[in-house]
């Protein structure tokens, strides 16, 4: 995955980039996630066609950027990685947390820090 294609200005573009994502459930994990720089909330959620987790921010329209922060195909797989999930997801850095319990699970891929985009995705 490179960085160019794990970020996209909304969540239709996401769905339209792959249709598998239109046809697939998705398991929430959450709708509080935050970084201790940015004023926003993100919803993170896991796409079973696909394995791609992904966070958006949340607020209001159409217009809020998804960024694909990893892939992890089994869903049991992803349970275990994100075991405590609960208890993080709304603390000042729990993105942070949460993109550092996926990189563990994948070495090699090239993620893109939720703190690391562009100005105007937030």
Known sequence: MTREKNIFPNLDAFYDD????????EVEFGVMW???K????WRVAWVKATGEI???KQGPGND?????????????????VLEGWV???????????LQGRLSDAQPGQLLAP???????TF
């Open 18 to 25: 792959d249709q598998r994502r239109l046809r697939s459930g």
């Open 34 to 36: 935050r970084h201790e």
């Open 38 to 41: 940015l004023f926003a909330y």
């Open 54 to 56: 992904y966070a958006t």
């Open 64 to 80: 809020a950027p998804v960024v694909v922060l990893g892939k992890i195909v089994s869903r049991d797989k992803l349970e275990q």
């Open 87 to 97: 208890e993080v997801c709304g603390t000042p850095s729990s993105l942070v947390w």
């Open 114 to 120: 939720v703190f690391d985009l562009p100005k105007q």
